[in-house]
């Protein structure tokens, strides 16, 4: 069998530090430089000797720890060290370079994938990093690498039961959904007022962390975004949002989120509702976007637009019902008023 490609890194993030570089280092990024010269690649300059110092191939100030991640994945050296540091030119220093050494021992998972660096310097120090120095340090790197995987681990198995739970919810909500159907027959209203109820039921069926880790997720797919966003939008809490990062800041301040957006969520009637505007900016956000398609990202979110979808369904057939009765001559009902918040527009 053809050996499994393994990922390779293109950015390092910067999360975590001795107390005093915190402010020099935590929130940076370093991407990955290209080769320079049409090199493609660094190689140790002596062949099987550990900690040798890879050929620079990037440019001044590009960074080093790649060169020293592509050679522990490929098994030549398991980690780089960089002695006088200010004599490589490629070195990366983000404050003012000073005498010392650095060394930089790659984080490997069980399948030989970089999940990280343990960077080491002892710049202003008199004497160099010994070769004990730099095995006791490899050591405690792939005990972190290994407590990792653990975390990580629990963190799959985790979230595959909490998946599981949401299904078997979503199946029994479906299995009641198929028997109202069945009772209220050819009635449009009360089959989408059906549907609205097994919707709001799978979202509060929800574990409130569970719709709360959205907010704390690095990387979240467009599918979740407009998902979130429209929930928001139907609510009338909000007209217009700004992108992920800006919108996340206002999560739990001035919208609300986890169980109270939970709890707006359980009070909403859309049958009540008036005004078609909070709908169509909802359902523009879902645009083009299939039921598969936000579940194959993500269930929560496929939870939220699904709700989402199903209370546009109750306003549409509710707006017909209405206006039959208004041209019938009954009185028109009256709008269960929601106090919109208004975001600042991008």
Request: charged content about 30%; glycine content about 6%.
């Amino acid at each position: 069998a053809a050996e499994e490609l393994k990922h390779v890194p293109s950015t390092l993030d910067y999360v975590a530090a001795t107390e005093g570089d915190v402010p020099l280092l935590v929130g940076k990024r370093l991407e990955r430089p290209p080769a320079v010269d049409g090199e493609e690649e660094a190689e140790p300059e002596e062949e099987g000797e550990e900690g040798a110092i890879p050929k620079s191939t990037v440019g001044v100030g590009a960074g080093v720890s790649f060169a020293a991640v592509d050679a522990a994945m490929a098994g030549t050296a398991e980690y780089a060290l960089f002695q006088s540091a200010i004599t490589h030119p490629s070195v990366k220093f983000f404050y003012m370079p000073r005498k010392g050494d650095y060394l930089c021992v790659p984080l490997l998972d069980a399948r030989g994938e970089a999940i990280g660096i343990l960077g080491v310097d002892n710049l202003g120090a008199p004497a160099h990093l010994t070769p004990v120095d730099c095995e006791a340090i490899l050591a405690l790197a792939k005990r972190l690498a290994a407590k990792w995987e653990a975390i990580e681990k629990a963190r799959i198995d985790r979230e595959k039961a909490e998946l599981a739970a949401m299904r078997a919810e979503y199946d029994k909500q479906q299995a009641l959904l198929g028997s109202a159907l069945e009772e209220v027959g050819e009635d449009v209203f009360k089959a989408n007022r059906a549907k609205f109820q097994a919707a709001r039921a799978n979202l509060l069926a929800l574990d409130k962390n569970k719709l709360a880790e959205l907010k704390g997720y690095r990387v979240v797919k467009p599918e979740v975004v407009k998902s979130v966003k429209a929930v928001f939008y139907v609510l009338g809490l909000a007209k217009r949002l700004p992108a992920w990062d800006k919108t996340k800041a206002l999560l739990g301040n001035k919208l609300p989120w986890g169980g109270d957006l939970l709890a707006k969520i359980e009070h909403f009637e859309p049958a009540k509702k008036k005004r078609s505007r909070p709908f169509l900016r909802a359902m523009r956000r879902l645009a083009g976007l299939t039921d598969e398609d936000i579940k194959g990202v993500s269930f929560v979110a496929f939870l939220l637009a699904s709700w989402v979808r199903s209370c546009n369904e109750v306003f549409e057939e509710a707006v017909k019902v209405r206006d039959a009765l208004i041209e019938a001559g009954a009185p028109a009902t009256e709008e269960v008023a929601v106090d919109p918040v208004e975001e600042e527009e991008e």
